[in-house]
T-cell receptor, first 111, second 114 residues
Framework: QQPVQSPQAVILREGEDAVINCSSS?????VHWYRQKHGEAPVFLMI?????EQKGHDKISASFNEKKQQSSLYLTASQLSYSGTYFC????????????FGKGTHLIIQP | GAVVSQHPSWVICKSGTSVKIECRSL??????MFWYRQFPKQSLMLMAT?????????EQGVEKDKFLINHASLTLSTLTVTSAHPEDSSFYIC??????????FGDGTRLSIL
């Protein structure tokens, strides 16, 4: 089943924070986060593996609650370049499964 | 970082034409390659999983006779859309992976069938 992302869309001013959630009804092995600009291929942000972990680089971080089958992506002090559609992709088995993507969260950062 | 090259980036052709899309992993050996499709304003949907040297596994609802996948080497997979029709117009994206590593996506191929 497709993971559920929330919110569907969010508009922020530059410098504000955002949280994007990804929830699955299936047990997960990993959660992948991608950002896609219009007309371009998705760009990998980070992967979180089961075992419950938190990762981050620069001002983008994410957490993965294996028990709740949820992941959240945190964008702090957002920049104009953060605009785009964020997708979470999940897999239930490690290794060679394709990802099941959520419907995406549209993020618009205004100056 | 790992690079996946996809070619061509944009194809416009007439209905009934067959179109081949190549996906190459340039600096690593990809044991598995995936093909996704993305219609406008929609999410990416997995079409098929391709392991080198074996037949591709197709997702439900994807016609294997229409979308031919060949994964002849650890660095190359091809997707051929046979007898393409306007409803096949979409953004096709491949990704390549090694065990226990994140997938690396190509830049995608925009297919427009007139």
């Amino acid at each position: 089943q497709q993971p559920v992302q929330s919110p569907q869309a969010v508009i922020l001013r530059e410098g504000e924070d955002a949280v994007i959630n990804c929830s699955s009804s299936k047990a997960l092995y990993s959660v992948h986060w991608y950002r896609q600009k219009h007309g371009e291929a998705p760009v990998f942000l980070m992967i979180l593996l089961k075992g419950g972990e938190q990762k981050g680089h620069d001002k983008i971080s994410a957490s993965f609650n294996e028990k709740k089958q949820q992941s959240s992506l945190y964008l702090t002090a957002s920049q104009l370049s953060y605009s785009g559609t964020y997708f979470c992709g999940t897999e239930s088995r490690g290794g060679a499964d394709g990802l099941t993507f959520g419907k995406g969260t549209h993020l618009i950062i205004q100056p | 970082g790992a690079v996946v090259s996809q070619h061509p980036s944009w194809v416009i052709c007439k209905s009934g034409t067959s179109v081949k899309i190549e996906c190459r992993s340039l600096d690593f050996q990809a044991t598995t390659m995936f093909w996704y499709r993305q219609f406008p304003k929609q999410s990416l949907m997995l079409m098929a999983t391709s392991n080198e040297g074996s037949k591709a596994t197709y997702e439900q609802g994807v016609e294997k006779d229409k979308f031919l996948i060949n994964h002849a080497s650890l660095t190359l997979s091809t997707l051929t859309v046979t007898s393409a029709h306007p409803e096949d117009s979409s953004f096709y994206i491949c990704s390549a992976s090694q065990p226990n590593q994140p997938q690396h996506f190509g830049d995608g191929t925009r297919l427009s069938i007139l």
